[in-house]
């Protein structure tokens, strides 16, 4: 008992980083496409939208990772999805708002591949956290 006990706050703090660093490697891969990656290829209901972004190494280990979330408001985005790219749902703060969670700090999440993998009856995203 004593040793779980000891290992959940390891356990939560792993958990901790692991999200800032997906937030970190969002950030940075963004920074890094520039203009090629600016481009809004669809806005959803809700105040959230989609970019594209060129599928590297590092965005497809955050893809990969467990997938705990659907694009928030995009309507059918696998008319977007492709090989070879990453679909990020970014959720900006005044969308978090209206939905009445404007503490939410997940504002990301992440989607790489072909449509064909992308199954709208299951978690097909990963949600990136600050």
Do not use: H, W
């Not at 496409?33 to 959230?48: K, P, R």
Request: net charge neutral; charged share 20%.
């Amino acid at each position: 008992m004593k040793k779980v006990l000891f290992l959940l706050p390891v356990l939560i703090l792993t958990a901790c980083d692991n999200q800032l660093s997906q937030n970190k490697t969002i950030q940075n891969e963004l920074k890094r496409c520039g203009d090629e990656c600016g481009q809004i290829i669809a806005n959803g209901e809700l105040g959230d939208f989609l970019i594209k972004l060129p599928e590297t190494a590092a965005l497809r280990n955050i893809a990969n990772s467990n997938k705990n979330a659907k694009f928030l408001s995009i309507k059918d985005p696998k008319q977007y999805s492709m090989s070879g790219y990453c679909l990020l749902n970014i959720i900006p703060l005044k969308a978090m708002e209206k939905l009445g969670t404007p503490e939410n700090t997940c504002n990301y999440r992440l989607y790489c591949g072909a449509p064909e993998n992308m199954n709208y009856d299951e978690f097909y995203a990963v949600e990136i956290c600050e």
